[in-house]
DNA sequence: AAGAATATAAACAACATACTCACATTTTCT
DNA sequence: AGAAAATGTGAGTATGTTGTTTATATTCTT
């Protein structure tokens, strides 16, 4: 029982030197996301995958020793970029409207590359691996951002950390929505995504006058 | 080409008309709608959902044709159920706040029992067959109702579907993303999400005060 | 007790798909 | 130029999955 062999760490099987093989690396991960996009957890096969990307599935398997370790990478580079919009967004003292509407545009730039892909790799895709460590990171660091926000506009909130999570999954209800239907360049839906940041935030909405 | 041979519409290859059958296939549209929650479309089998109703494969197929016609059953079932409570909580004339509050407390209801359907019946269930108009008729009169309040909490609203698809989504984001972190009960939640409708809907947030 | 309805689960056929391997091509190095 | 290393190829395999059928057993109705 105390036989379980710990599969070695690589992330690569074969790191590539060359610029060429870099190249196929990049377009494999970049393939992967969207066929993981399309046709969600389902239907991304290696394959498809290496099909989409202009490559042979023996190159994909070259650098990738399985199937798991390439939604891994899709996953790194995914939620680096997420992390960086918001990271910009909750940056210095800017006022709250700024904020929402500077939130709102990064969100909808990242997402729409790879529509659903943030969904599909939080809801569908599995996370055996050590993926759960960094998952979990991800996850705790996305959330002290919008925390700090809150804070920020917020000043008189107990719960934060409950406030950030509600709005970042409103937010993120919205935008995945908005990608389902094709609708993520609809002006008049940002305009009413920083509408509910800012009433949220702000919320002043005690005793409605009728 | 034009071979295409239209499949019988039976729902149902057998009607039950025991008691016992009933239960039976009662057993396996709830059993249906577990798996569906807990290991997605993608771990959706016939066998899996058999045995997790306490029935055989076979019986299954007496009352199924097919793999798709019991996730219709399961569709129709689920959707039937948060339709009601919609259209419960946007009944008469109610203070704001009490609408927010029925809504709330109704999807979360409604999403207790499985938590993660819903999103798994949108997302990643197919609707090949005949489903589709049944889905985009679901859609329509869920919006409808949606857009009934707010017409009637936010007078002044030019693009009244967008807002209300804005609503509807965000409350499902939010709705979501607590099924999925096993927090759909907590009271904190809960006030914060009646909160965040009340902030939206009444929409008094123009130049943030600092 | 006969016959209809219902339940069972082993078995299958068809298919999908992750992954390997032996070989071809390109790049780098001497 | 030529050897060696890096990279690319894709048919093939091995393994599993899964929707569905069928022959048989059990329970209900009349």
Redesign the interface.
């Known amino acids: 029982m105390s036989t379980r062999i710990a599969k070695p760490r690589s992330r690569m099987r074969k790191e590539p030197s060359q610029a060429r093989s870099r190249a196929t690396v990049e377009a494999i991960i970049e393939a992967g996301a969207r066929v993981l996009s399309d046709l969600?957890?389902?239907g991304f096969t290696t394959n498809k995958v290496a099909e989409a990307a202009g490559a042979s599935i023996g190159s994909l398997y070259q650098y990738f020793p399985d199937k798991l370790s390439l939604v891994e990478a899709i996953r790194r580079r995914h939620f680096d970029q997420v992390l960086a919009v918001i990271s910009d967004a909750a940056g210095d003292e800017k006022?709250?409207?700024q904020f929402a509407r500077e939130l709102t545009r990064g969100m909808i730039a990242a997402h729409s590359i790879h529509p659903?892909l943030h969904?599909v790799l939080?809801?569908?895709a599995p996370g055996d691996r050590g993926s759960r460590a960094a998952h979990a990171a991800f996850q705790s660091r996305y959330l002290e951002h919008y925390a700090a926000a809150v804070a920020q506009?917020r000043r008189r909130t107990k719960?934060t950390e409950?406030?950030a999570?509600?709005?970042?999954?409103?937010?993120?209800?919205?935008i995945?929505?908005?990608a389902?239907r094709g609708m993520l360049e609809?002006p008049?839906?940002q305009k009413?995504?920083v509408?509910?940041i800012?009433?949220?935030l702000?919320?002043?909405?005690r005793a409605?006058?009728?």
């Open positions: 969600g957890w389902a006022p709250l409207r659903t969904q939080l809801d569908e506009y719960d409950t406030v999570r509600v709005l970042s999954s409103a937010v993120e209800g919205v995945h929505n908005a389902r609809a008049e839906l009413q995504l509408d509910l800012c009433a949220y702000s919320g002043q909405h409605a006058p009728r």
